[in-house]
């Protein structure tokens, strides 16, 4: 299309979209103002910062942000920025500090955003006079759920909880197989550079039609159960929990089941010591947490918890992403998380038996994406019988691609609020 | 090959023995390699963070025997897709030292430099390798592999080969 500027609405329509969405640097430099810097985007994990004073680096977009925790207990999202020149303040990726100093002519500012001090002040007029002013710029929101911090560049819009919406729940019943009720991400991070739109990803997240194509060579090999979950006959279901967020929910699968601890492809001998703390810890409905597992949910735009990895995507350019993942880990689960470290390194990053085939297809998208015909992608799978459930959201069935068509749908929105 | 179990080590036998590793790596000759590793093999590749407890935290690749296998078989299936079609690959080793024993077992470090070359474009890797190598009947067997890639702190492209 040779439109002066993208028309969102021509290139978004219900059962398909136009390839130059993810080509096309104008579309991508929309997205850093409409979605990246405007809408809630998941940036860390409280547990990352445990003690006051800690500090990790992180991104938001395109942003540098220094997550901290300040002497008084509270999260901070600081941009990396100093107000002077705007050299970096911070160039440890983490560590614990009560300030941060620049170091291009010596600016301190408190791990909470404040000016405290300016070698030379005489030339300012003292001290006193620009704190005020100059103070490290803060992320204008922030908000948690769970623990996972949220941060949104605009002053004003949704709540995170209108946000999250039905997603909520589903990082709650992660926080529920914990018997302590948390989730910690303190496993460290793999950093996986991906030349490839960001949206591929985000699509493929919840897209339960390629698992038996894309990871048949490690089905094969490792005889996983995992396969079956997304067949054509699977009674999973393809959630569109609304707001962009969407869910791939095997509950179904493992109610037939039902054995605890088979959605981690494991029995509950295998793990004793954690099953008898959820029972302490939960009573009677342990039973049901213990088979119904973890959840496979995509937060919009940038958050994706696959049963015991999280993932996070953080955008480059319409044509390169960067994906973080690591192990789920659950605070007082014992020898889970052990289990849960060792079969995400298996699985994840840059070697992963599972992602780097997944990465293999986004970069091989990206480069089928430069041929100009045919122009769109099709969504159409699942159309024709997709329902609407008892919480009134659109379901279909394990492989059908309800959940791409909720992206979209909410991405329109974003795109079009210009 | 022989290499001798005395004290004097033959630092060009454990050359040798590097370079074969280092090629059967290259020309994916996967039973070759796989043939190299003692029963209590570790090949890992640490990402970013702390190197003292591998146990608790994430590392790019962190195989025992077995996940070697498991690696192995996937690639022999031929729908490993990030290796299908192989990347084509040659390494550089060099610096190559004896860091030490412990027991029977002898600690070699080396750098390497590594052209890969696939569709998507060519990547440059490189690092220090720390080997740790056991004589069983009379050859060089690699009992652990552990690659520290220079920029293990950064995004790094996929690595689906064997490093």
Redesign the interface.
């Known amino acids: 299309m040779t439109d002066p500027v993208p028309d969102y609405a021509r290139l978004i329509e219900p059962d398909r979209v136009h390839g130059s969405l993810y080509t096309d640097p104008r579309v991508f430099a929309d997205e850093l103002a409409r979605i990246w810097h405007r809408t809630w985007v998941y940036v860390g994990h409280v547990s990352e910062i445990r003690q006051p004073g800690d500090y990790v680096r992180k991104h938001l977009g395109l942003q540098d942000v220094i997550m901290t925790r300040g002497g008084d207990g509270r999260v901070h999202l600081l941009l990396n920025r100093c107000a002077h020149r705007a050299n970096l303040v911070c160039e440890a990726?983490r560590g614990n500090s009560k300030s941060f100093r620049c170091p291009y002519h010596g600016w301190t500012y408190r791990n909470t955003g404040e000016l405290i001090g300016f070698p030379f002040n005489q030339g300012y007029g003292g001290k006193g006079t620009i704190e005020a002013e100059l103070s490290l710029a803060a992320v204008p929101r922030i908000d948690s759920h769970r623990g996972f911090v949220f941060g949104s560049m605009a002053p004003e819009g949704p709540t995170l909880a209108e946000h999250l919406g039905e997603a909520a729940g589903e990082l709650d019943r992660l926080a529920r197989l914990s018997p302590d009720g948390e989730v910690e991400l303190t496993?460290?991070?793999?950093?996986?550079?991906t030349?490839a739109n960001w949206k591929l990803l985000a699509e493929n997240e919840t897209d339960g039609y390629h698992p038996q194509f894309?990871h048949?060579?490690?089905f094969?090999?490792?005889g996983s159960p995992i396969g079956a979950l997304y067949s054509d006959k699977s009674t999973a279901v393809t959630r569109n929990l609304g707001n962009g967020h969407s869910e791939n929910d095997l509950r179904p699968e493992f109610r037939r089941a039902g054995e605890p601890m088979r959605w981690f492809g494991t029995t509950q001998a295998r793990v004793p010591g954690y099953v008898t703390g959820m029972r302490e810890a939960y009573g009677a409905d342990a039973e049901q947490i213990l088979v119904e597992g973890a959840p496979h949910v995509m937060v919009f735009p940038n958050l994706f918890i696959a049963e015991i990895q999280v993932f996070v995507i953080q955008p480059v350019s319409a044509g390169e992403c960067?994906q973080y993942?690591?192990?789920v880990q659950l605070k007082g689960a014992g020898e889970l998380n052990?289990r849960m470290?060792?079969q995400?390194?298996?699985s994840v990053?840059?070697?992963g038996?599972l992602l780097?085939?997944d990465?293999?297809?986004y970069?091989r998208n990206q480069?089928g994406l430069a041929m100009l015909r045919p122009e769109w992608l099709d969504l159409r799978r699942g159309l024709q019988r997709e329902r609407v459930d008892e919480r009134g959201l659109k379901v279909g069935r394990a492989t059908d691609e309800t959940a791409m068509r909720g992206f979209w749908s909410h991405y329109l929105t974003l795109m079009e609020a210009a | 090959m022989t290499a001798p179990a005395g004290p004097d080590l033959d630092l060009r036998q454990i050359e040798l023995f590097l370079y074969r590793e280092a090629r059967y790596a290259d020309e994916h000759d996967y039973d070759a390699w796989e043939a190299l590793w003692t029963d209590d093999a570790l090949y890992w590749?640490p990402?970013?963070?702390?190197l003292t407890e591998p146990?608790?935290?994430?590392?790019?690749?962190?195989?025992n025997r077995s996940?070697i296998t498991?690696?192995l078989?996937?690639l022999r299936?031929?729908?490993?897709?990030?290796q299908s079609p192989p990347s084509s690959l040659r390494r550089v080793i060099s610096n190559v030292e004896v860091l030490g024993r412990e027991g029977s077992d002898i600690l070699v470090g080396a750098n390497f430099m590594l052209a890969e070359s696939r569709?998507?474009g060519v990547e440059f890797w490189a690092g220090r390798t720390i080997y740790r190598l056991r004589i069983a009947d009379g050859e060089f067997r690699l009992a652990a592999k552990q690659v520290l890639l220079v920029n293990r702190?950064?995004?790094?492209?996929?690595?689906?080969f064997l490093i």
């Open positions: 990726e496993a460290g991070w793999l950093k996986h550079r030349r894309v048949g060579s490690i094969s090999v490792t960067v993942s690591t192990a052990g470290i060792s995400s390194v298996g990053g840059p070697a038996m780097a085939d990465t293999e297809m970069e480069r | 590749v990402a970013g963070g702390d146990g608790a935290q994430m590392s790019v690749i962190y195989d996940r498991t690696r078989n996937q299936t031929g729908r490993r897709y990030a569709d998507r702190d950064q995004p790094l492209p996929t690595l689906a």
